[in-house]
Every structure is written in structure tokens, then in C-alpha cells.
């Protein structure tokens, strides 16, 4: 049973940082690729970040490149996504995903298999 359990969203200020983290059970994080989205009211849900574990190649959304950084410790099977110089546009709920099969460079064609429940991200 896969879980994938996000946290360390919060409400912060423009120009303020973040750090989530997604901790997985049931799934190793090495197994591909994982990757974040986030969701807007009223918004498609978007692509942010991925992260190809075999090879330790790194993928982002134009929106959040140089802003936005995502990583792994593969001693406590755990994601994150570091969130830099944030916006009240960056205002969402941010999803960790992971999908064994593939990853692509482009992140919005990443297609996960696996889900986390989200955590909630305001700047305000």
C-alpha cells in the first residue's frame, strides 16, 4: 500500500519561504521519478517539479524555475520541494507524486501513478 504524505505547508508572506516535504511508505523513491503539482481554485492542476531518482536529473515548470527546488533523502524516503521568493500567485494546494514507469523532461506530461493528500500553501 503506497502512501505518499505531504507537509510543512503554511501561510506566508510574499517574497517568504517554504519548505514541503512528502514522505513515502509502500514506495520507493528511487524507483523513477516523483514529482509536485499544485491546484489553484478555479485552476487546472499544474505540473510544478519532477525529479528522475535514477538519474538525478531535475525538471520544472517555466513558472517556478530558479524559485522552486526539488530533492531527496534517500536515508528517510522523503521528497522535497524548497519554495523560494514566493507569490500570492504561488497560492495553492501543492500535491507529491510518484510514478515508477516513466518521467518525462516536461513536466506537465508526467502522468503519476501514486498521489499524496496535499498540503495547503497561502501567501498572503
Known amino acids: 500500500h503506497v502512501q505518499l504524505v505531504e507537509s510543512g505547508g503554511d501561510l506566508v508572506r510574499p517574497g517568504g519561504s517554504l519548505r514541503l516535504s512528502c514522505a513515502a511508505s509502500g514506495y520507493d523513491i528511487n524507483s523513477n521519478c516523483v514529482g509536485w503539482f499544485r491546484q489553484a481554485p478555479g485552476k487546472e492542476r499544474e505540473g510544478v517539479a519532477a525529479l528522475r531518482t535514477t538519474l538525478g536529473h531535475t525538471y520544472y515548470a517555466d513558472s517556478v524555475k530558479g524559485l522552486f527546488t526539488i530533492s531527496q533523502d534517500n536515508a528517510s524516503n522523503t521528497v522535497y520541494l524548497q519554495l523560494n521568493s514566493l507569490k500570492p500567485e504561488d497560492t495553492a494546494t501543492y500535491y507529491c507524486?510518484?510514478?515508477?514507469?516513466?518521467?518525462?523532461?516536461?513536466?506537465?506530461?508526467?502522468?503519476?501513478?501514486?498521489w499524496g493528500q496535499g498540503t495547503q500553501v497561502t501567501v498572503s
Open positions: 507524486a510518484a510514478d515508477p514507469r516513466s518521467c518525462p523532461p516536461v513536466v506537465r506530461d508526467l502522468t503519476p501513478e501514486f
